[in-house]
């Protein structure tokens, strides 16, 4: 899991318990975990929001779902949320799909520019729009749409010193 080092002693096990409890919530759910992976907060939400503003997030890894019928990649809010909040890694869960955000150690530049305005000054609203067109107009899929977002985002994470990364969803069966 990025980030999170290697047999220090994480709770996989809870942690990979409680990931699964929200990924196909029909409302959105936080957990936050300790650098240990212990569950240190939990609350559930509406369909569209949780009350994540109100917690201490420093040092720790936060995990949310976005609810079936919701985009699987993190809106505005998470984005700005995640840069305020001194979390060590925001994941963001759904059921197709689970993105990392996290800070680059090896990122040199003193003033981190916010992601949203990387967006802005990249190009990357541009981008977002040309691909919401396309998708619209049906010259992709929603997988490809889905796929281009993650992308364009993870660009502008890497600008501004972020890692952002993204995977498919496959259910392991025990």
């Known amino acids: 899991m990025g980030g999170r080092g290697g047999s220090s002693g994480f709770n996989f096990s809870r942690y990979n318990s409680e990931v ?31 009350g994540y503003e109100k917690v201490d997030y420093s040092g720790k890894i936060t995990v949310h779902n ?60 541009e981008q977002l729009n040309r691909a919401r067109q396309d998708l619209k107009q049906r010259k992709i899929s929603q997988d490809q749409y889905i796929s281009r977002v993650f992308e364009i985002h993870k660009k502008a994470a890497k600008r501004t010193g972020y890692i952002l990364s993204y995977e498919k969803y496959t259910h392991k069966r025990k």
């Open 20 to 50: 699964e409890k929200i990924r196909n919530s029909r409302s959105e759910n936080l957990r936050v975990f300790d650098s240990n992976g212990n569950l240190v907060h939990s609350e559930g939400g509406t369909k569209g929001h949780t």
């Open 66 to 125: 976005h609810p079936n019928g919701y985009y699987p990649f993190a809106s505005k809010t998470d984005f700005e949320t995640f840069e305020k909040s001194g979390a060590k890694e925001m994941v963001i869960v759904s059921p197709k799909y689970t993105m990392r955000l996290r800070k680059d150690p090896d990122y040199k530049n003193v003033g981190r520019e916010g992601i949203i305005s990387a967006l802005r000054w990249n190009r990357g609203n």
